[in-house]
């Protein structure tokens, strides 16, 4: 279900998602909030957003929508932060192994 809104953009589920009539480049962001009107370029920085900043404005889904993009968010943080812990470890026992190797 998709309206229009007075500046040509479709509005979908409260968001404002811009078109070629907003007279914005090709790369520029898609998503607009409906509140601030802030733009984003993915539809899950706009959620995000929404449930930080405008939390009073969410409707049922929207709150869902919110949690569900939360938890994938944190999963992939939390997927970064381990990655990023073993490449550490790889990296000192390399220069431990390296330096015990040539410092001997």
């Known amino acids: 279900m998709s309206d229009r809104d007075t500046a040509g953009a479709a509005v979908e589920g409260g968001y404002r998602t ?5 007279g914005g480049a090709t790369d520029s ?3 607009r909030c409906e509140d601030c009107g802030r733009s984003f370029y993915t539809e899950d920085l706009l959620v995000l957003h929404r449930g930080v900043r405008h939390p ?33 470890v790889v990296l000192y026992f390399g220069f431990l192994f390296l330096y015990v190797i040539y410092a001997s």
Do not use: C
């Open 56 to 88: 009073d404005a969410l409707d049922a889904s929207g709150r869902e929508a919110y949690r569900e993009v939360y938890a994938a968010e944190e999963r992939e943080i939390r997927s970064f932060r381990l990655r990023a812990l073993a490449v550490l």
């Open 29 to 31: 962001p898609g998503y």
């Open 18 to 22: 811009a078109d070629a009539s907003d």
